[in-house]
């Protein structure tokens, strides 16, 4: 088992820049593959990012790529997401994900564990 739990959102102008955070306790977090999602009003959770156990690969939904970046900090339990050049369209509650593969996969099916959301909304 293991519990995430994720801080660092808030209000922010389009153009700015919020890094996420997600502490995980309970098992070894290098156990797993993490994974950000986001959820709109209305809309179903989608993959935003991603990343492997040991760090080597990431992935990117194709609307943030060049401006999200997704890292992890094993010896910290924790993974972040960098957001720059937000935009109104980025508003959401983003959650964090771990799954038992030695990658991330898109589809919030894979995941095992999640935590509670963060609000973060980006304003024009």
């Known amino acids: 088992q293991v519990q995430l739990v994720e801080s660092g959102g808030g209000l922010v102008q389009a153009g700015g820049s919020l890094r996420l955070s997600c502490a995980a306790s309970g098992r070894t977090l290098s156990r797993y593959a993490l994974g950000w999602f986001r959820q709109a009003p209305g809309k179903e959770r989608e993959f935003v990012a991603g990343i492997s156990r040991s760090a080597g690969l990431t992935s990117y939904a194709d609307s943030v790529k060049g401006r999200f970046t997704i890292s992890r900090d094993n010896a910290k339990k924790t993974v972040y997401l960098q957001m720059n050049s937000l935009k109104p369209e980025d508003t959401a509650v983003y959650y964090c994900?771990?799954?038992?593969?030695?990658?991330?996969?898109?589809?919030?099916?894979?995941?095992?564990?999640w935590g509670q959301g963060t609000q973060v909304t980006v304003s024009s």
């Open positions: 994900a771990a799954e038992s593969s030695d990658w991330p996969r898109r589809s919030t099916y894979e995941y095992d564990y």
